[in-house]
């Protein structure tokens, strides 16, 4: 069983920068791919970022390719976000989440999630 904490969020003008946090503890983080995922009020949870197991992999939304980056620490069980040039449009409850074997972009293959937290860009 894997817990994840997200934490990083906050309140930022656009056009600014925020790096997220996960931290995983329970399991064995290198065997677990992982990904970000972000959910907006009225709207469904979308994809934003994963990587694979190695770190070697990386995957992005069209949305956030070139400002966003995905990176993890094995060494500290840790997955990061780092979110540049940020848009009103990425306000949302972003939650990471980790998942055996390949990584994939569709949420449902997701075995465990965070609490998430709160992004929010003002204009």
């Known amino acids: 069983q894997v817990q994840l904490v997200e934490s990083g969020g906050g309140l930022v003008q656009a056009g600014g920068s925020l790096r997220l946090s996960c931290a995983a503890s329970g399991g064995t983080f290198s065997g677990y791919s992982m990904g970000w995922f972000r959910q907006a009020p009225g709207k469904e949870r979308e994809f934003v970022a994963a990587?694979?197991?190695?770190?070697?992999?990386?995957y992005y939304t069209d949305s956030v390719k070139g400002r966003f980056t995905i990176s993890r620490d094995n060494a500290k069980n840790t997955v990061y976000l780092q979110m540049n040039s940020l848009k009103p449009e990425d306000t949302a409850v972003y939650y990471c989440a980790a998942k055996t074997w390949s990584v994939t972009r569709d949420g449902t293959d997701y075995n465990y999630w965070g609490q998430g937290t709160q992004v929010t860009v003002s204009s």
């Open positions: 990587i694979g197991r190695s770190g070697y992999s990386t």
